[in-house]
C-alpha cells in the first residue's frame, strides 16, 4: 500500500527495509532519480531484489537500523534517513541539520542525534 501521493518522485527514501517487498517502491521514479534505502544487505542484493537495473537511476544503502541501534539504543531510523538524504543529495548542508537538531532537541539526545545525522551524511557522501 502507497503512503503517499507523489507520482513521479525525483528522490524515494525508504526508512523501513519491510515496506520493499509487498511495494514497488520505484514505481514512477524519474529517469536519472535516487533511491536512497534503509537497507540491511548490499546494493547490489537491493538493485537485484527491486530489478532497479530496468530503471535508469542510482540506488544507495545505508544500515540506518543498525545506526541507530548503535548510537540512540533504539531502531529510530528518522534522523539517519535525513542525515542520509541531506549527504546524499546536498540539497541540506549537514550544519543545517545539526542547527535543527540542536534546537529542537538538548542534552544527550540532541548529542546522540548530533552524532547518528553526521554519521549517516558522512557514510552517503562517500558513496556518491
Do not use: C, H, Q
Request: proline share 3%; glycine share 6%.
Amino acid at each position: 500500500m502507497l503512503r503517499d501521493e507523489i507520482y513521479n518522485p525525483d528522490y524515494v527514501v525508504v526508512l523501513d527495509p519491510t515496506v520493499i517487498g509487498p511495494v514497488n517502491v520505484l514505481s514512477g521514479i524519474k529517469e536519472n532519480g535516487m533511491l536512497i534505502a534503509n537497507y540491511p544487505k548490499s546494493k547490489e542484493d537491493l538493485i537485484k531484489e527491486l530489478k532497479a537495473n530496468e530503471f535508469k537511476i542510482k540506488v544507495l544503502t545505508i544500515n540506518a537500523t543498525k545506526l541507530a541501534m548503535e548510537i540512540l539504543g533504539r531502531a529510530i531510523t528518522n534522523t539517519a534517513m535525513v542525515g542520509a538524504f541531506a549527504g546524499a543529495t546536498k540539497i541540506v548542508s549537514l550544519n543545517s541539520l545539526l542547527d535543527t537538531i540542536n534546537e529542537w532537541f538538548k542534552g544527550e539526545l540532541a548529542e546522540k542525534n548530533a552524532k547518528l545525522v553526521e554519521k549517516a551524511y558522512k557514510f552517503m557522501e562517500g558513496l556518491v
